[in-house]
């Protein structure tokens, strides 16, 4: 995200000194070849898009919400329903991720603190807990719940991608 700010800034700034240049016809081509260069490195810039889930059919009134962000080397692999859990396998050659909703309205959670060492998660859209494999120093759990939810999601990924998949959780529609 910074690099794209400082390249909008720099967009703007050679603009400036475009119209700066005035009648110096070799300053002005000097900076807009410096203004094109800048659109093509902005423009470069990948957009994350949301993970496509395959069809995904279920025989009851349960709503699904998954993580519209799944790191890039991760794939679906299966889905199990069993009201009220869901639970969603992701699979890469670095080992599997496991995401698990539980629709309850009495939410119980009980924490492994014998090997795991326990932070308090809060954002905008979930509280709960990030256990952290005392062991591995490498493999997380993160639950979390809201009013009538709660998430897990495991498995031997950096924290920073665990939190953008568990923020990025919103019901799933099909596409």
């Given at each position: 995200m910074f690099q794209k700010v400082y390249l909008l800034k720099h967009f703007l700034y050679i603009f400036k000194?475009?119209?700066?240049?005035?009648?110096d016809t070799v300053q002005s081509l000097f900076y807009f070849f410096a203004l094109c260069i800048t659109f093509v490195i902005f423009c470069s810039f990948k957009k994350t898009k949301d993970y496509e889930y395959p069809l995904i059919?279920?025989?009851?009134?349960?709503?699904?919400s998954l993580p519209k962000y799944v790191p890039q080397n991760y794939k679906?692999?299966?889905i199990e329903i069993s009201p009220p859990f869901v639970s969603v396998t992701y699979s890469s050659e670095s080992g599997n991720l496991y995401y698990t909703q539980i629709t309850s309205p009495s939410f119980s959670l009980s924490l492994d603190t014998e090997?795991?060492?326990?932070t308090e998660y809060n954002?905008?859209?979930f509280t709960g807990y990030l256990l952290t494999?005392?062991?591995s120093k490498s493999s997380y759990l993160l639950s979390v719940y809201n009013d009538?939810?709660?998430f897990e999601i495991?498995?031997?990924?950096?924290?920073?991608?665990?939190?953008k998949m568990i923020e990025s959780i919103e019901p799933y529609k099909a596409q």
């Open positions: 000194r475009i119209l700066l240049a005035g009648n059919e279920t025989d009851n009134d349960m709503e699904i679906f692999e299966e090997n795991n060492t326990i954002s905008n859209k494999d005392t062991s009538t939810n709660s495991t498995g031997n990924i950096e924290k920073d991608e665990l939190f």
